[in-house]
């Protein structure tokens, strides 16, 4: 009696199996991936997503060669932007949610991003005065970012910095001009702490960033732009790549702003010889242009 329904309890077995694993396998692939990626798209600008939520950071989206070369800063001769966007403006735009302007200088906020980005579409700044300018541009959600404010299931804080040495700073009209910019921190459960620099020099606000939040990923626009008859930079340098990464040895340091914009002093080749001499070059990424970094 139990040899003659063996071969039948061996069927429902394999098929029971079958099932379970087809039913496994659709469930993997019908669940959406999480995932934190930020694509560099150009300069400053990059795509940060975090599981269903895309945040589009200061999008300067014109041609090659659209502007002349910022006064008074180094190789002034050159036109801006030095490159082509490594993809048409309408893909950088196409599923972000929210745009983040850190500040409106030209290689942060241009007129193309002006003209490709939804007039609707929700848009953080930093304070009410470029609140102000982004309306008179036809923005109609625009939000002044403070302290844990959620979208999309992220929690975005502004954070502080100076975009320039004290010399600059004392001096007019020079320190109206650079302005201030501001550097956001994204947590969301689930997922590592990104912390977005900004345009700024190394400062006490950021040492206080990396105290409190403790990220996992490090965002520095590092090109070290100079101005001409100043010392040191307006934004960060190579330096300051090895003081983030030795300062959060577990986070994963991400170097932009480089090879864009005229007055940028550093470029990746030379940064990456000096993280390999650093031995830091496993916690350093400084990606190309249009490449997608998943962490």
């Known amino acids: 009696m139990q040899t003659r329904f063996l071969p039948t309890l061996l069927a429902l077995t394999v098929l029971a199996t079958t099932v379970a694993h087809a039913e496994d396998q659709a469930t993997r692939t019908a669940a959406p991936t999480a995932r934190l990626e930020l694509q560099?798209?150009?300069?400053?600008?990059?795509?940060?997503?975090?599981?269903?939520?895309?945040?589009?950071?200061?999008?300067?989206?014109?041609?090659k060669g659209t502007y002349p070369g910022f006064a008074n800063t180094y190789r002034s001769e050159l036109r801006n932007p030095l490159v082509e966007l490594p993809m048409p403006a309408e893909d950088v735009v196409a599923g972000v949610d929210a745009v983040i302007v850190t500040h409106t200088h030209l290689d942060h906020w241009d007129d193309a991003a002006q003209a490709a980005i939804p007039k609707g579409l929700p848009l953080f700044v930093q304070h009410d005065a470029d609140a102000a300018i982004i309306r008179k541009q036809g923005f109609t959600d625009v939000r002044v970012l403070g302290h844990h404010v959620e979208f999309g299931g992220v929690i975005l804080s502004k954070t502080g910095g100076q975009h320039g040495t004290d010399e600059m700073y004392a001096t007019q009209p020079l320190a109206g001009l650079l302005g201030e910019a501001m550097g956001v921190v994204f947590e969301a459960p689930g997922y590592g702490?990104?912390?977005?620099?900004?345009?700024?020099?190394?400062?006490?606000?950021?040492?206080?960033?990396?105290?409190?939040?403790?990220?996992?990923?490090?965002?520095?626009?590092?090109g070290y732009a100079k101005l001409t008859g100043f010392d040191g930079a307006i934004i960060m340098g190579k330096d300051d790549v090895l003081r983030a990464a030795q300062t959060i040895p577990t986070a994963t340091v991400v170097a932009v702003h480089l090879d864009a914009i005229n007055h940028m002093a550093l470029g990746r080749a030379e940064l990456r010889k000096f993280v390999m001499a650093q031995g830091i070059q496993d916690r350093v990424e400084i990606p190309e242009d249009g490449a997608s970094l998943k962490f």
Not at 43 to 62: C, E, Y
Request: net charge neutral; proline share 4%; no cysteine.
């Open 40 to 63: 560099q798209i150009r300069n400053a600008t990059a795509r940060i997503t975090f599981g269903q939520t895309t945040f589009l950071i200061d999008p300067m989206l014109s041609k």
């Open 193 to 222: 702490t990104v912390y977005l620099a900004g345009d700024t020099i190394w400062r006490d606000e950021v040492d206080k960033t990396l105290t409190d939040y403790k990220p996992s990923v490090i965002v520095l626009n590092a």
